[in-house]
């Protein structure tokens, strides 16, 4: 079973903190994704990577950045968190290649910037 | 335009009731297409893939209209534990990236 782990299931954060969100996948995936997801607005992909130290803007990456060492762990990093942050926030991964292409989501992590 | 568009519902049906959900996509260029389950502050969990021939599992089945760019899901025999959220996910050309429907929310009563 393909396996997407998040490092906090919850998290409070203040106005300017630096936050970090980690997500590591077991399965080898070429692809890793950072989404949020807030009511009436669905899922809106913020950033993705496709190899290690390759990353790709999704459709609302402002106030984000990430990273990717190794192929296995992509972190989300919140420069300066303001309070229109606060979401969930759900990591995923898929292969780019082999014909198997279902994205895995992490259990999420619900971030609160008070 | 979004790029997937789906009803947000609710879809409120009995036990036992046949329900079908319907979604569009607006790139002609995708390449595969799923649906994702997603329970009540949940992460989405895939349903099933949606294949051009049309496809079964169960009490679910899901078809795939090229020419019209849309794609469906019948539900049979609703339980109650079918309550949930229905994502429609269509997978871009180059397969790293999936646009998601904003859900079709569906409420199984007794």
């Known amino acids: 079973d393909v396996k997407v782990t998040q490092s906090s299931r919850y998290l409070v954060k203040r106005t300017g903190e630096k936050v970090f969100l980690e997500c590591v996948q077991d399965m080898d995936h070429e692809n890793m994704f950072w989404y949020r997801q807030d009511p009436g607005l669905g899922l809106r992909l913020i950033y993705f990577?496709?190899?290690?130290?390759?990353?790709e803007k999704g459709d609302i990456p402002e106030g984000y950045s990430v990273s990717r060492e190794k192929k296995e762990r992509f972190s989300l990093i919140l420069e300066s968190a303001s309070t229109n942050q606060t979401s969930m926030y759900l990591c995923?991964?898929?292969?780019?290649?082999?014909?198997?292409?279902?994205?895995?989501f992490g259990p999420g992590t619900r971030l609160t910037v008070t | 335009r979004k790029e997937v568009e789906q009803d947000p519902g609710p879809f409120n049906v009995p036990e036992g009731a046949t329900v079908a959900f319907n979604c569009t996509y607006s790139?002609?260029?995708?390449?595969?297409f799923f649906w994702y389950r997603q329970d009540c502050r949940k992460e989405p969990k895939l349903l099933m893939s949606v294949y051009s021939s049309g496809n079964e599992d169960g009490r679910f089945t899901a078809q795939l209209n090229r020419a019209s760019q849309y794609i469906s899901l019948l539900i049979r025999d609703s339980k109650l534990s079918d309550s949930a959220t229905y994502l429609c996910v269509a997978l871009g050309g180059n397969f790293n990236k999936f646009y998601f429907g904003s859900g079709t929310k569906l409420n199984v009563k007794p």
């Open positions: 990577s496709y190899d290690v130290k390759m990353k």
């Open positions: 995923a991964s898929s292969l780019l290649t082999g014909g198997i292409y279902e994205q895995y």
């Open positions: 790139n002609s260029a995708s390449q595969s």
